[in-house]
């Protein structure tokens, strides 16, 4: 490995939710001066033009219908890149922070003697106020509740029961493989007919954002062909334009 003389340094950086125009004033400038990007598959490609033409750009996506970078493999890749070259920037989707393993970076980073940054991003349940469904609404909405779909283990979290029993809006990340369940979840509580919104590729031009209540949510997504990336919003947040 040739050593650099730069100092070893590692900057997780939110790549926001899709809209390259999304991204902080201070991601941005970090990217100008990487030396290593190692990228998302939901980090979008367009944020790597900001980049030198001598920045080495890789993929490390984990899909989840497809190719998977291991753990340990985007750890080795960090830490050979920051002592060889310098300035590695982690791209990831929305806010590293946010169900991405971000903070696990940084620790592996830290142990190994590189410094490590983070810079926030938009997290991409923020892109439905594009689609007229603000999180938090003072007549309908107490809060909000971010939750995994798909927990380690592959299990629906049991946090949405919980949740369900709130006044918050329920933001499912990852969860379209879930749809059965969350939609069975409601319905066996008598809570059916809340709202729900399934947002595809948010901010983004190609995007596809559809309604409905809870418990028809597997026939939502399967009539209009949607998929991941997507986020489901249940709440009565989502469709307060028809009540104008
Ligand atoms: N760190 C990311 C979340 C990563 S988990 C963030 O802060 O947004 C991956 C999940 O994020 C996807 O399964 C999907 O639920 C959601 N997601 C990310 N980008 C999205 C987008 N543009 N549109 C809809 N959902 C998105």
């Known amino acids: ?36 990007v190692l990228y998302d598959n939901l980090a979008n490609k ?8 001598e920045c080495e750009k890789i993929y490390v996506g984990k899909h989840p219908y497809g190719s998977y970078t291991p753990q340990e493999k ?5 830490q050979e890149k920051a002592l060889s ?14 169900f991405g393993r971000g903070f696990e970076e940084v620790l592996f980073a830290r142990q190994h003697g590189i410094a490590t940054y983070y810079i926030p991003g938009v997290t991409s349940m ?19 509740w971010a939750i995994t779909g798909t927990k380690k283990d592959g299990s629906l979290s049991n946090d949405l029961r919980l ?20 939609a069975e ?24 954002s559809v309604t409905g209540q809870v418990q028809d ?4 997504i399967q009539e209009h062909h949607l998929t991941h990336p997507a986020l489901i919003i249940i709440g009565w947040v989502v469709g307060l334009e028809k009540n104008e």
């Open 85 to 98: 070259k310098g300035t590695v920037v982690r791209l990831k989707g929305g806010d590293p922070y946010i």
């Open 46 to 53: 367009e944020l790597l033009d900001i980049t030198r033409d």
């Open 163 to 182: 949740a369900m029993q709130s006044n918050a809006t329920v933001v499912i990340y990852m969860g379209m493989k879930k749809a059965v369940e969350i």
């Open 74 to 78: 985007i750890h080795e890749l960090i």
């Open 126 to 144: 923020q892109a439905s106020g594009l689609e007229d469904i603000p999180l938090t609404h003072r007549a309908v909405s107490e809060g909000i």
């Open 217 to 220: 949510l597997p026939q939502l």
């Open 1 to 36: 490995m040739s050593g650099s003389t730069k100092t070893p340094e590692l900057y997780v950086v939110g790549a926001g939710p899709g809209d390259p125009e999304l991204i902080t004033v201070k991601a941005y400038k970090v990217l100008q001066r990487a030396d290593v």
């Open 185 to 208: 979840t409601y319905r066996d509580a008598g809570n059916g007919n809340i709202p729900v919104a399934v947002v595809q590729h948010a901010s983004l031009p190609h995007k596809k």
